[in-house]
């Protein structure tokens, strides 16, 4: 691998502007992910509660469990951001991957200060995804359970459908199954279908005055029955404890729940972190030669100025390294290899439009990757596949479908970054959410979309006239028309909007970028090899 030779000049003025751009973006992202920790419509109120009843905050909670002094890679913080009346920061769950005793497990923690802790629509899909992260990258799951289950008045939009409440449970019995140990700790509700969650998990612990399971709370039993009990006498951490059986293991406060939960951690024999087991090839990491804090300078304030893709590269990968491969020929993708935090990758990013030779370049390289067993990532830049009278006769469509279907069969792990345009069919062939990665970060300048909002009012506009047959338009309707759909394309490119509704796992700083691409490699390394994927046809 040779050391990339940055050309960019930190001390340009194009480079002072983007940085002064990038440090706008960085603002917006710290605020709202505060927001998400403690913001919305009456949750100030509710965080005072909480807290007056002895409880410990969400975000405290995992800390309390995870190993002291290491990292926990929180997902999708800013899930359901403009949604629901804005009354839900982060979907009022917190999903995320920490060590405990060394060993990676998948958290699911229910945030009551938010609804309750009850699960909307966004909640559900926040908790299925961190469900099918921990399944691919063979990790156990801990609950920490304080939730008052299905969110009542949106019950038909998370009840009964695929990768509904029923699919968590379904989720959570084979994960079992599998040997991912589950682990409860009841901290609060878990009423009608919540109580399933600890229900289902191999071992529970319950808090004693605080956690409570039951599949009817006192209101229901006192409608369908007549017969009225304290919520404790229903089913508090004694009685379930002690009589039912449904809890293992009563714990007289919060800190005594993770000092146990930790002790259950020792008995579950799991893969350490830094144990491999020889099958993704690893040398000891090299920080890179160039700053990662220098990519604020490098993408472009004005998203129409391209960026050099090799320059990204540089500042996230060991020793700015890069074996480039096919570097003389279709040249608006880059691929070659690298190593992050050690782990030897394959790298595919773009470097603007996907042409007919990028596309059979890129299919190559991932044939490569999967025939060497080297994961893949996607650093995705692209307006999508190149349009025009030569560019058909040239085939695009097939070889565009070749690299979707090199990336759809690939069986080595896959992760993908938005860094930056992610539009049309250039999402799919570049590993966007459809193709399974394992992950899939974004970046606060990210857009996603069909197309660019410049584009979407050419073509919609046109559409709109042809289909008004003739009709007299003024200038001004036209114009107006316009400006409404480069609005409406602006709103749902927007990288919040796309957070909000979980099409990545969360918005990251380009800085925090290489740490959680490297803990991502880490958890593919401690599982055994991935089985080779079938053979190919090709349309030639
Ligand atoms: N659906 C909709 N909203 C719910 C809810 C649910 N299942 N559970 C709680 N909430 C809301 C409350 O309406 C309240 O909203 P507000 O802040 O806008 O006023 C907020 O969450 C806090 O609830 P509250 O009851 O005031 O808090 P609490 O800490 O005293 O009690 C629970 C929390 C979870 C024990 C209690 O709310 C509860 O029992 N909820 C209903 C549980 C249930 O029957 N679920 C059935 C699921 S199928």
């Not at 969400?58 to 009354?87: K, M, N």
């Not at 191999?202 to 209101?219: K, N, Q, S, T």
Request: glycine share 12%.
């Amino acid at each position: 691998m040779r050391p990339i030779a940055s050309r960019i000049d930190p001390r340009s003025a194009a480079f002072a502007t983007n940085r002064e751009a990038y440090e706008a973006l960085r603002a917006t992202l710290r605020e709202r992910q505060q927001w998400a920790i403690d913001g919305g419509k009456g949750r100030a109120r509710s965080i005072e509660r909480h807290l007056a009843r002895g409880k410990i905050m969400v975000r405290d909670r995992i800390d309390a469990v995870i190993d002291d002094g290491t990292p926990f890679l929180e997902l999708s913080t800013l899930a359901a951001t403009g949604q629901y009346g804005d009354e839900a920061p982060g979907a009022g769950i917190v999903t995320g991957i920490g060590l405990v005793h060394g060993a990676p497990y998948m958290f699911i923690a229910n945030d009551a200060t938010v609804k309750g802790g009850s699960l909307l629509p966004a909640s559900i899909k926040k908790h299925v995804r961190a469900q099918e992260i921990a399944e691919q990258n063979g990790l156990g799951t801990i609950y920490l359970v304080d939730s008052g289950g299905a969110f009542l008045p949106l019950q038909d939009e998370i009840f009964p459908d695929k990768d509904h409440f029923g699919g968590s449970f379904y989720r959570q019995a084979r994960m079992s199954a599998m040997g991912l140990p589950q682990l409860s700790v009841v901290l609060g509700g878990c009423t009608a279908g919540g109580a399933y969650v600890p229900a289902l998990s191999d071992e529970v612990i319950m808090v004693e005055g605080i956690g409570r399971i039951y599949l009817g709370g006192p209101p229901i039993v006192k409608a369908a029955l007549g017969e009225i009990v304290d919520p404790d006498d229903l089913g508090g951490a004694v009685l379930h404890t002690r009589t039912s059986g449904v809890s293992d293991y009563l714990a007289k406060n919060e800190r005594e729940a993770y000092g146990k939960l930790r002790e259950i951690c020792l008995t579950t024999n799991q893969r350490g972190i830094e144990e491999r087991t020889g099958w993704l090839d690893w040398t000891p990491p090299e920080r890179p030669a160039y700053d990662a804090s220098e990519i604020d300078g490098i993408i472009s304030a004005d998203d129409r100025i391209p960026f050099d893709a090799t320059e990204i590269i540089a500042r996230l990968v060991d020793g700015s390294k890069f074996s480039a491969f096919k570097p003389e020929w279709g040249e608006s993708i880059v691929c070659g290899f690298v190593r992050i935090w050690g782990h030897l990758v394959g790298v595919i990013a773009n470097q603007g439009i996907i042409f007919s030779e990028s596309a059979l370049k890129a299919t190559h390289f991932i044939e490569l990757c999967e025939q060497r067993r080297v994961p893949l990532l996607f650093l995705q830049n692209t307006s999508g596949y190149m349009v025009g009278r030569d560019s058909e006769a040239g085939g695009i469509a097939k070889n565009g479908a070749k690299m979707v279907a090199a990336v759809a069969n690939a069986t080595v792990p896959k992760y993908t970054v938005l860094i930056g345009g992610s539009y049309g069919a250039g999402n799919y062939g570049m590993c966007g959410r459809g193709f399974n990665p394992r992950f899939l970060f974004a970046w606060p300048n990210s857009r996603i979309a069909t197309m660019s909002a410049e584009t979407a009012q050419t073509v919609l506009v046109d559409i709109r006239l042809a289909g008004m047959k003739g009709a007299e338009t003024t200038e001004e309707e036209v114009a107006e028309l316009r400006a409404e759909v480069a609005e409406q394309y602006e709103r749902h490119s927007d990288p919040y909007y796309a957070t909000s509704r979980l099409w990545d796992d969360g918005l990251v700083d380009p800085v925090d970028t290489r740490d959680a691409l490297g803990l991502c490699l880490a958890l593919a390394a401690r599982q055994d090899a991935p089985a080779p994927g079938p053979g190919l046809v090709y349309r030639m």
